[in-house]
C-alpha cells in the first residue's frame, strides 16, 4: 500500500492531466472554427484588358458572388493583360496565382483537345456552346479527364465565345471566291484551318496588334464576333462581315490548381462552386444579347455592310469547313491522341448527352 501522502500527490496529479487534456480540448474547438473562419485575399490574373467583357461579365460577378457569400471572408486581388505572365498553368503551379482564366488556343501544345470547341460547329449562340463545353470540361467530363487533370487544373467554369464569322477592311465578301487568298487574321490552331478551308491565308497576329496589323494591310481581315471588335477599336477599321456561317470560336477556361482547390476550406469550395454556374450563365447570355447590339449599330451608325448567305452559299461553305475536323483528328493521331469521342461528344445534343 501506498502511503497517503504519496497517493494525494498522484490523484493531484491525474487530476491535473485531466485538466490540461480538458483544456487542450476545449482550446482546439475554439480554435477549428477560428481557422475555417480565417480571411483570404486569392490573387486572380487573366490575359484580357482590366475592362474586358470576359471580366466584367464573367470572372468580376464571379468573385463578388464568393466575396458576399463567405461574408467578405475572401476577397480577391485581380492581375490583368498578362501582369504575372502568360503561362497561365505555370502560374497556378508555382502558386503565383491562385485563380487564373486563360484563352486555351493560345497554348495549343498544353490544350491540344480543348481545340474541339474551336471547330466549326453547328452552335449559333455562345450558350449552346458553352453547355457542351462545360459537359466535357466539369468533373469527369471527357476534357476534364483527358486534358485538365492531367495537369493538375480544377476548372471553375469555361465559356465559348460567340461564333466567328470572316470580316474583311476592304474587300466585300459575297462569296467564296471572294475570299481566295484573303490574309486572315486566325488565332488558334482549328481557325488556321476554316480560313484555309475556306480559301483564305491565316496570319497570326496578337490581339493588342491586330489593329496596326489591319490599318497597315498586314492583313485583309479576320475571323471575329461583333462583340469582339470594340474592346480593340476594330469596329473602326472593318467594315464588312458575312453573316450565316459559323467558323467556330476560342474556348476560355477560369481555373484553380487542383492542390490550390484542396487548400481551401470546405466552405469556400462550397461558395466557389454555388457562383461558378450562375457566371458561366450570366456570361454567355450576356454575349449572346449584346452580339446583336453591336451588330446592329455597326450597321445602323457606321455603313457596316453584312452579306447575309442564301442557304445555298451556307451549304457551299459549311462543306468546306466539314473537312476541318478530319484534318484535326488526323493531327492528334500523328501526337498519339485519340480526339474522336471527344469530336463526337462535343458535336452531339446538350440535352441528350
Not at 304 to 324: G, H, K, P, Y
Request: hydrophobic share 40%; proline share 5%.
Amino acid at each position: 500500500m501506498l502511503p497517503r501522502s504519496c497517493g494525494g500527490r498522484m490523484e493531484d496529479q491525474l487530476m491535473m492531466r485531466k485538466l490540461i487534456a480538458t483544456t487542450a480540448l476545449g482550446v482546439l474547438a475554439c480554435t477549428a472554427p477560428a481557422m475555417a473562419q480565417e480571411e483570404m485575399t486569392l490573387k486572380l490574373a487573366h490575359i484580357a484588358p482590366a475592362t474586358h467583357y470576359l471580366w466584367e461579365q464573367g470572372a468580376k460577378p464571379f468573385t463578388e458572388a464568393v466575396t458576399e457569400s463567405t461574408g467578405g471572408r475572401v476577397r480577391f486581388d485581380v492581375y490583368p493583360a498578362g501582369q504575372l505572365g502568360k503561362d497561365y498553368i505555370s502560374i497556378l503551379n508555382s502558386g503565383i496565382a491562385d485563380v487564373v482564366f486563360f484563352v486555351a488556343n493560345y497554348a495549343p501544345d498544353k490544350f491540344p483537345l480543348t481545340s474541339v470547341v474551336e471547330l466549326p460547329s453547328p452552335y449559333k449562340t455562345s450558350c449552346e456552346a458553352t453547355a457542351r463545353f462545360w459537359d466535357l470540361a466539369q468533373d469527369g467530363g471527357l476534357l476534364n479527364e483527358q486534358e485538365y487533370k492531367p495537369q493538375g487544373i480544377h476548372v471553375l467554369f469555361v465559356s465559348s465565345l460567340r461564333p466567328y464569322t470572316v470580316m474583311t477592311t476592304g474587300k466585300q465578301v459575297t462569296g467564296l471566291g471572294d475570299v481566295a487568298g484573303l490574309k486572315l487574321r486566325a488565332n488558334g490552331a482549328a481557325m488556321d484551318k476554316a480560313v484555309r478551308a475556306l480559301g483564305g491565308v491565316p496570319v497570326r497576329v496578337p490581339s493588342p496588334e491586330a489593329y496596326d496589323a489591319l490599318t497597315r494591310g498586314t492583313v485583309d481581315g479576320g475571323v471575329y464576333s461583333y462583340l469582339s471588335l470594340p474592346e480593340f477599336k476594330l469596329d473602326q477599321v472593318f467594315h464588312h462581315a458575312v453573316d450565316g456561317v459559323q467558323i467556330g470560336s476560342p474556348g476560355i477556361v477560369f481555373a484553380m490548381s487542383e492542390r490550390g482547390w484542396e487548400r481551401l476550406p470546405e466552405d469556400v469550395k462550397a461558395a466557389m462552386t454555388e457562383a461558378a454556374l450562375p457566371a458561366q450563365e450570366g456570361l454567355c447570355a450576356w454575349q449572346d444579347a449584346e452580339e446583336t447590339k453591336v451588330r446592329d449599330r455597326l450597321v445602323a451608325e457606321q455603313g457596316f455592310t453584312v452579306n447575309t448567305l442564301s442557304a445555298e452559299e451556307a451549304a457551299q461553305w459549311n462543306e468546306r469547313l466539314a473537312t476541318v475536323a478530319s484534318v484535326w483528328l488526323d493531327e492528334l493521331k500523328a501526337v498519339g491522341k485519340d480526339g474522336e469521342a471527344l469530336l463526337q461528344a462535343y458535336m452531339g445534343d446538350p440535352a441528350t448527352n
